[in-house]
């Protein structure tokens, strides 16, 4: 009786054929842009928690804890203060401690963000290469961080504009949506720093350098009507400055005469959601690119 041979089906296949065969598939494999966001939203609560513990942490060595969220605003406010409100005498500007308050806590917000996020991948290695998870958790709750540290600062400076004299008006309501568009625009920042700051260790040292560059050019320290003695390329280009227009929303919302630099409100939302938009899915597509990436030697 005749026997017929046994043919293997996997003879003469190459690697990816057999894994395609049989359903194998890349470790760390960067998934679809969909299904990335489907799984950072399952991660929303890992994002809270981690965020609210990094804040814990941050002042548990520290005698007054927490306190040194409403602390270290005051302490810059005061400093800054005594050199350009009582140094330089700034007289033009209308009250100008709130005027001045108002954008270092709003700066603030995005250069701790920022500076936190440059090192979120690169100092959480162990956790990366130990568990899997969406790796925009981490930046993204540096971000969240941030904006609890900045409502803590926000009842200060409520404080302060209070007492300087401003009046309580509907139009404080605008802050709010202010506030979550730089939200917005500062997680889009971080994200990108994040996957620059996991591919250069430099960035960490160079990056202060940068947000003091960019706090000088947002008005925050001045009154922005110094930015008019630009050549006229110059003052548009300021004029769309995200920190700037963030910070100019916010004075307009707590402040009475504030000087803007843009005197069309409706042009500062527009721009301010625009750079949300921008810096946000932007952001976000460009970290999610380098997904795969993220902790490996």
Request: hydrophobic share 50%.
């Amino acid at each position: 009786m005749a026997t017929t041979a046994l043919v293997d089906p996997d003879t003469g296949l190459t690697q990816a054929q057999l894994a395609a065969r049989h359903g194998l598939r890349v470790a760390g494999e960067r998934p679809s842009l969909v299904e990335y966001s489907r799984r950072l939203w399952a991660y929303r609560h890992f994002i809270a928690a981690y965020a609210n513990a990094k804040l814990v942490a941050s002042y548990s060595n520290a005698k007054l804890g927490q306190l040194w969220q409403v602390l270290t605003p005051l302490t810059n406010a005061a400093v800054y203060y005594l050199i350009f409100g009582v140094v330089l005498d700034q007289k033009s500007i209308p009250n100008f401690i709130a005027y001045l308050t108002t954008g270092l806590f709003i700066f603030n917000f995005t250069q701790s963000a920022v500076l936190a996020g440059t090192q979120s991948i690169s100092s959480n290695l162990g956790l990366i290469r130990a568990l899997h998870f969406p790796r925009a958790s981490l930046p993204l709750s540096t971000t969240v961080t941030q904006f609890q540290q900045l409502l803590a600062s926000m009842v200060v400076l409520i404080g302060i504009v209070l007492v300087t004299g401003e009046p309580l008006t509907w139009q404080w309501l605008l802050l709010v949506p202010a506030l979550l568009l730089q939200a917005g625009f500062n997680a889009g920042v971080v994200l990108l720093v994040a996957r620059l700051g996991s591919k250069s260790s430099d960035l960490k040292q160079v990056m202060p350098f940068i947000m003091r560059t960019w706090m000088y050019g947002s008005g925050v320290l001045y009154s922005v009507s110094l930015f008019e003695r630009l050549p006229g390329w110059a003052t548009t280009l300021v004029q769309y400055n995200p920190l700037l227009v963030y910070i100019e929303l916010a004075r307009y919302s707590l402040l009475e005469e504030a000087p803007l630099l843009n005197e069309s409100l409706t042009q500062l939302w527009l721009v301010a959601a625009g750079w949300t938009l921008v810096a946000g899915i932007g952001g976000f597509i460009y970290f999610w690119r380098g997904e795969q990436e993220y902790g490996r030697g």
